[in-house]
C-alpha cells in the first residue's frame, strides 16, 4: 500500500485498519455472529459471554451483531471460543481491514430462503388439494394416494426445513434449545406419526372433509400436510425478516458506499498521483475534480465548487464551498476543482462517526428487550414442558390418541419467541436506517424512550438557530482613540479563540490592518469572553457584564447587535456591535414543534434584546437570554423540578453540560466533539427541520416497539391456551406462528415510509 509522508515528517498508514491490542486498554468491539435463528440463540450467546469475566456483552439478534467490552487483561480470540463453543461463530470487525471485513449474507440467506420457500410451496399446495380432490370425484380416489402425499412432503420436511433441523441438532449437542428446536420437533413428530399411521393403515377417509378437515379439524392421524404447512409458514415468515432486515441496513451500507475508493494526491512539485484513500494522512493535499467524491475530511486550501451532501445530510441543495472552508469525506464535488488539505482521515472522519452511530443504535438495547430477552431465553423449554403436560391432561381426561397428539403437536408449533425477540431490535433497525437518510443519527435507544415524555424545546441560538457566521456590524471606538490600533490588539486576542463571535472580530481585524500580533497568556473566558497580553498591552474583551456595562461615549446599539467591549489596560476603548442570521429553517420548525403540542425556548447567553429579537422572529414561547454556560444546565433543572421533561438542541463546547443534563440531548453535526458527545440525537444536515423529524422519528418508532411488545406477548398468551385445550388444528397453529413474526417485522418496516 501507498504512504504518505505528514508535514510533520511521520509516516502514516491506515489508521484505522490496526485494532489495539487487547490488553492495551479496556476497549468496545463488534463482532459479526453467523447461525443465530432466533432471539433465544442471541440471549444465550449474551447470557454465555458475561459469564466470562473480563467480558461485558450485548448480543442484537437483528442486526447479528455482538458488542463486547472487553477487559485488558483478556483477548479478542477468548470471546471467538466461548462463541464456537455454543455452535455459532463469532468473527472481530475491528481486526479485519475494512475492504475485507465480514457482513451478514443477507443476499445469501434471502436467496436461500426463497429457494426451499418455493420447493415447500409447489409441493404444499397439492398435499392439501389431493384430499380435496379424492372427496369431491370420488372416481378419482386411487390406492396409495397416502404415499403420493408422503413422497410430496418428504422434500419439504427434510430439505426445504434442513436449516431448521441443523439448528435444532446444534443446540442439542450444546445442551440448549431455541425456537428451531420447537419448529423441528414439531415437524419430526407431525411426519412419524403420519408414517406409523400409514403404515399401520389407520387412515382418514378423503371423504369425511377434505381439505377443510386439515383447517377446522385439529385431531387427524395424518399430519403431513402439517408438517409441510408449518415448514412453508416458516420460511415464509424468516423470508420477510430477511428481506426487511436486508433492506433496513442498506441505509448503512449507502453510508459505508460514501467513501472514496481512490484519491489524486498533490505532490510538491505539483504533479498529481492516485492512492487509495486508505493511504492518506492528515496534511496531505488532494485534489478533487467534478463529479468526484471528497475522499476525507479536509480544509479548501484553493478553488471553488458546489458540494453535493444529499447522501450523508438528507440536504437537496448543493452547498458552495471555497478557499478556507470545510468538506467533508463522502459528500461529491458538483462543478469546480479543489485542492484540499486532509484534517482527519480514517476513523476520525465525520462519515466514519455516522456508520458508528447507526452500528451503535442498532446494537443498542432498550431495557424492554433486555426482559424480553430474559423471557425467551427460558420460553423454548417451558414450552415444551407445556407440550407434555398438555399431552398428559389430555390422556388423563380420556382423549384418544389422536387429540392427545393433535394438542402437544399445536402447544409445539404454535409458540414463537421471535415475534418477542424481533419486536425492539426490527424497529430500532428500520429506524436508524430512515434517520441515516434524512441526517437524523440516534445514538441508542435513550432517545426513543426520552422522545414519548419530552414536552419543552429548548434551543441554543447562536449555531443553533442563527447561522453562527457572524459578522461585525459597527465599530465604536472611544474618543481620541486610534480605530486600527483597537482592532489589531482585539484581533490578535480573538484570533486564538474559535467562537463564533471570536471569529467574526479577528475576521473583520485582518480586513483592516495588515497582521495580528501574537498574543501572550491567552485566556478564554467561557459565556463572558477572553483576555490575553499584546505588545505589553493586557486586552481584555467580552460581554459589556464583563466590564461592568457600557461606556457613556457608546451609542444606543441596534437590538438584534451582539455587544463585545474592548478593554485596554483597565480602560474601555471600543464596543464593537455584531450580527447573526437567523437560519431559514428556524421559523417553520419552531411552527412543526408548537404545532405538535411542544413548549419552545430560545436559551442564550446573548443580551437580551438580541436574543428577544431573535426570539420573536422564529416565534419561540419564551426567551431566556444573558445565560452563562453553567446557567444553562440550571435552566435545564428548572424546567425539569417544574416538572417539565426538556429536549436541547445545540453545537457548542458550552451546550455539552446542558445537552447532557437534559431528558433528550440533540447536537447539531457541525457541532464540537463535546456537544456531540453529550447528545443522545446528531443532526448533521444544516436545517432546523430535522430538529421536529428527530423528535417524530423517535416518538413514531418508540410507539412501533411498543405496539410490536403488544402483539407478540399478547398472540402468546392467547394463543398457548387455545392450542393447549384443542381449539386450534396444527396448520391453523403453525400458520398464526408464522403470522406472528410477519406481523411485527412489517410493522416496523412501515418506519421507512414516514
Given amino acids: 500500500m501507498t504512504e504518505l509522508t505528514s508535514p510533520a515528517g511521520d509516516v502514516r498508514d491506515r489508521p484505522d485498519s490496526g485494532a489495539s491490542d487487547a490488553g492495551s486498554a479496556e476497549s468496545g468491539e463488534d463482532f459479526l455472529l453467523t447461525g443465530m435463528t432466533c432471539a433465544a440463540c442471541a440471549s444465550r450467546i449474551e447470557r454465555r459471554l458475561n459469564k466470562v469475566e473480563g467480558i461485558s456483552a450485548t448480543v442484537n439478534y437483528a442486526t447479528e451483531r455482538a458488542t463486547v467490552l472487553l477487559d485488558p487483561t483478556v483477548d479478542r480470540s477468548t470471546v471467538v471460543d466461548v462463541v464456537a463453543k455454543l455452535g455459532y461463530s463469532a468473527t472481530s470487525l475491528r481486526t479485519a481491514p475494512d475492504d475485507d471485513r465480514p457482513v ?35 372416481a378419482a380416489r386411487f390406492p396409495g394416494w397416502e404415499w403420493v402425499v408422503a413422497a410430496l412432503a418428504a422434500p419439504v420436511v427434510v430439505w426445504s426445513a434442513w436449516p431448521l433441523h441443523r439448528a435444532a441438532f446444534v443446540n442439542a449437542r450444546h445442551g440448549a434449545s431455541s425456537m428451531d428446536t420447537l419448529i423441528s420437533l414439531g415437524i419430526c413428530a407431525a411426519t412419524v406419526w403420519s408414517l406409523g ?147 482527519a482521515v480514517g476513523s476520525a472522519t465525520q462519515l466514519a462517526g455516522m456508520i458508528r ?20 431465553s427460558v420460553f423454548v423449554p417451558v414450552v415444551i414442558g407445556l407440550s407434555v403436560v398438555t399431552a398428559l391432561g389430555w390422556w388423563l381426561a380420556g382423549g384418544d390418541a389422536g387429540e392427545i397428539f393433535a394438542a402437544a403437536l399445536s402447544v409445539l408449533v404454535i409458540a414463537c419467541p421471535c415475534a418477542l425477540g424481533l419486536a425492539t431490535p426490527t424497529a430500532m433497525l428500520v429506524a436508524s436506517g430512515r434517520g441515516a437518510r434524512e441526517g437524523i443519527f440516534l445514538k441508542s ?9 419530552v414536552d419543552t424545546v429548548v434551543l441554543d441560538k447562536t449555531g443553533t438557530v442563527t447561522t453562527g457566521a457572524m459578522t461585525v456590524r459597527a465599530v465604536h471606538v472611544a474618543p481620541d482613540t486610534d480605530r486600527a490600533r483597537v482592532l489589531r490588539l482585539a484581533g490578535a486576542v480573538e484570533d486564538s479563540s474559535e467562537h463564533a463571535v471570536a471569529r467574526a472580530i479577528a475576521a473583520r481585524a485582518r480586513d483592516e490592518v495588515t497582521d495580528l500580533p501574537a498574543v501572550e497568556g491567552f485566556e478564554a473566558l467561557p459565556g463572558l469572553g477572553a483576555q490575553g497580553t499584546v505588545d505589553g498591552v493586557a486586552v481584555r474583551l467580552g460581554r459589556p ?122 447536537a447539531v453535526g457541525a457541532g464540537t466533539d463535546v456537544a456531540l458527545e453529550a447528545a443522545d440525537v446528531i443532526l448533521v ?67 421507512r415510509r414516514m
Fill in 197 to 343: 399411521s400409514i403404515l399401520l393403515g389407520h387412515l382418514p377417509d378423503p371423504a369425511e372433509g377434505g381439505a377443510l378437515r386439515v383447517f377446522l379439524d385439529p385431531v387427524g392421524p395424518l399430519y403431513l400436510e402439517v408438517a409441510a404447512a408449518v415448514t412453508t409458514f416458516v420460511l415464509a415468515g424468516r423470508y420477510v425478516e430477511a428481506r426487511a432486515k436486508r433492506a433496513a441496513g442498506a441505509a448503512l451500507a449507502a453510508l459505508a458506499a460514501l467513501a472514496a475508493r481512490d484519491v489524486a494526491v498533490l505532490l510538491p512539485d505539483g504533479t498529481e498521483t492516485r492512492v487509495p484513500a486508505s493511504a492518506l494522512a492528515v496534511g496531505t493535499r488532494f485534489v478533487v475534480r467534478p463529479g468526484e467524491k471528497v475522499a476525507t475530511d479536509g480544509v479548501v486550501e484553493s478553488g471553488a465548487s458546489a458540494v453535493d451532501r444529499s447522501m450523508l445530510t438528507g440536504e437537496t441543495v448543493p452547498v458552495e464551498v471555497a478557499e478556507g472552508e470545510s468538506v467533508t469525506g463522502g459528500t461529491v464535488a458538483t462543478s469546480g476543482r479543489l485542492v484540499v488539505t486532509a484534517t
Fill in 445 to 453: 435507544h435513550q432517545a426513543l424512550e426520552s422522545s414519548r415524555v
Fill in 685 to 751: 444536515r444544516d436545517d432546523l427541520g430535522a430538529v421536529p423529524d428527530a423528535l417524530d422519528l423517535a416518538r413514531r418508532t418508540a410507539t412501533t416497539i411498543r405496539r410490536n411488545l403488544v402483539w407478540a406477548f399478547g398472540y402468546n398468551v392467547a394463543a398457548l391456551p387455545l392450542a393447549a385445550f384443542g381449539l386450534l388444528s396444527p396448520l391453523i397453529a403453525g400458520l398464526a406462528m408464522a403470522l406472528s413474526s410477519v406481523l411485527v417485522v412489517s410493522s416496523s418496516v412501515r418506519l
Fill in 104 to 138: 451478514p449474507a443477507g443476499n445469501d440467506r434471502v436467496a436461500d430462503l426463497w429457494r426451499r420457500l418455493v420447493v415447500a410451496a409447489v409441493l404444499f399446495i397439492p398435499m392439501v388439494d389431493l384430499p380435496l380432490a379424492l372427496s369431491v370425484l370420488p
Fill in 545 to 666: 457584564t464583563l466590564v461592568g456595562g457600557l461606556p457613556d461615549w457608546a451609542p444606543e446599539p441596534a437590538a438584534d447587535s451582539t455587544l463585545v467591549v474592548v478593554e485596554c489596560d483597565g480602560s474601555m476603548v471600543a464596543v464593537l456591535e455584531l450580527a447573526d442570521e437567523i437560519k431559514p429553517s428556524a421559523a417553520p420548525a419552531v411552527a412543526r414543534l408548537r404545532a405538535a403540542g411542544l413548549r419552545t425556548v430560545l436559551l442564550s447567553g446573548d443580551r437580551a434584546g438580541a436574543a428577544e429579537a431573535v426570539g420573536a422572529a422564529i416565534g419561540v414561547d419564551e426567551v431566556v437570554a444573558e445565560v452563562l454556560p453553567q446557567d444553562k444546565v440550571t435552566a435545564i433543572a428548572a424546567r425539569q423540578q417544574d416538572g417539565a421533561r426538556v429536549a436541547m438542541v445545540g453545537d457548542g463546547i458550552n451546550d455539552g453540560p446542558a445537552l447532557a443534563a437534559a431528558d433528550l440531548g440533540l
Fill in 357 to 376: 452511530l447507526v452500528e451503535s443504535a442498532q446494537a443498542s438495547k432498550a431495557s424492554v428487550q433486555r426482559l424480553v430477552d430474559r423471557i425467551s
